[in-house]
């Protein structure tokens, strides 16, 4: 059986737009965010934010099992502190197969509501700090590779260049995102 969503890659124009507050928890709330959990595992990822699966609605499903956890949502979140610096290797599902060692605060505090409405409030460091900043950046349009320096980005040029070259599509969506001109596939680079 295959996920009940698609994926969205980098380059689909949801993925750049802020996503809208959720005024009402319904069923329908509750159903998109089982499917989105299913989609998740099915990837697997640690988490998942709506935009992802081109519903443009403020929620994220995550699940941090190591850490002892069962799958949670955050809707409507925002973070209201955060503090540190701390390094790690971060990929992102709509990026597939791309990873960037990439610095975010090491300790946020995040706000949001749980599916019964409660509001929840969560200090969170390292992995699961990442993870947040991470979901929450979907919500608001950023990408993974807003947060590249320039030698990141040199490298993920380079990558794409290849993959083009193989006749990736996502590749020359993710090229034209990132403002590279790749050749057609068949074709060679200069």
């Known amino acids: 059986m295959s996920a009940p969503y698609r994926i969205r890659h980098y380059g689909d124009p949801v993925l750049k737009q802020r996503a809208k507050e959720i005024t009402n928890i ?13 989609t998740m595992y099915d990837e697997p990822g640690l988490g998942l934010a709506a935009p992802q699966v081109g519903i443009r609605k403020r929620l994220f499903v995550y ?7 069962d799958p949670r949502t955050l809707i409507n979140p925002e973070i209201i502190e955060s503090d540190g ?5 971060e990929g992102c599902l709509s990026v597939p197969g791309l990873s960037w060692h990439i610095v975010r605060p090491k300790t946020v505090h995040i706000r949001g509501y749980d599916l019964d409405g409660n509001e929840v409030n969560i200090e969170a460091d390292e992995l699961e700090a990442r993870l947040f900043q991470h979901e929450l950046d979907h919500l608001n349009g950023v990408l993974l590779v807003e947060h590249l320096d320039d030698e990141q980005m040199k490298e993920a040029k380079k990558i794409l260049r290849e993959r083009a070259e193989k006749g990736d599509g996502s590749a020359q969506a993710m ?3 990132l403002g590279l001109s790749l050749p057609k596939p068949g074709l060679s680079l200069p």
């Not at 319904?26 to 299913?38: A, C, F, I, N």
């Not at 610096?85 to 290797?89: Q, S, T, V």
């Open 175 to 177: 090229s034209d995102e």
């Open 63 to 69: 699940d941090l099992a190591e850490e002892g956890y």
């Open 85 to 89: 610096e701390w390094e790690f290797n």
């Open 26 to 38: 319904d069923g329908s709330l509750v159903r998109l965010v089982d499917d989105m959990l299913e």
